[in-house]
């Protein structure tokens, strides 16, 4: 499985790929510190661990960098991004994908988004599954142009507001695979 995940090509300057190593503990610091300021109601440490202990697919992306940047500012041991992947029976759950707020729009979601997909295929999974915030309009226009649709809302689903209550509902969209004949 982890073969599908292990680089993405990457247009970064100097960044020839992109390695998905397992998230281990020990990277959990450098993960809550982008997911901390990345979202509105940031997973906790309790809940990355109990992802782990679980088994689920979980993978921290940093940049394989050519022997010409080594040593620079680009520093792989530098988190770049991550994601939780959950397999089902019959397709996988994206839990939670999420880029550095420093690195966004520079096509690493895409190139992440295509790594799962091609995990999906290799563990012949035809279909993907996903929960987006209706307001995370980034993250939506992204999942459309990869060819993911609306099939759901579960209403109140993400915390906004812990103090007063405050939900919003949450769009479940799911994209098929197509797997090899």
């Known amino acids: 499985m982890a ?7 990457s247009n970064s300057e100097g960044v020839s790929e992109l390695s998905f190593l397992p998230m281990t503990e020990a990277d959990l610091d450098s993960v809550l510190a982008i997911e901390s300021v990345s979202h509105i109601h940031p997973w906790t440490k ?7 202990a679980a088994g689920h697919w979980a993978y921290c992306v940093r940049p ?3 022997d010409a940047v080594k ?4 520093d792989p041991e530098i988190l770049w991004a991550y994601c939780i992947l959950f397999p089902a029976v019959d ?6 994908i999420t880029v550095s707020p420093k690195l966004r729009r520079l096509g690493i979601g895409v190139k992440m988004m295509n790594a799962i997909e091609g995990v999906a295929v290799q563990q012949n999974m035809p279909r993907i599954i996903l929960e987006v915030r209706p307001s995370n309009e980034s993250a939506l226009q992204l999942y459309r142009s990869l060819g993911y649709e609306q099939i759901g809302l579960r209403k109140s689903y993400y915390p906004v507001d812990v103090i007063n209550g405050l ?3 949450a769009l479940v969209l799911a994209k098929s695979i197509k797997l090899e004949a």
């Open 71 to 74: 040593g620079s500012y680009l």
């Open 167 to 169: 939900r919003e509902d």
């Open 64 to 66: 394989q960098l050519s």
């Open 3 to 9: 073969d599908s995940l292990k680089s993405a090509q």
């Open 91 to 96: 397709e996988l759950h994206l839990l939670n």
């Open 46 to 52: 309790g809940n990355f661990s109990d992802s782990l």
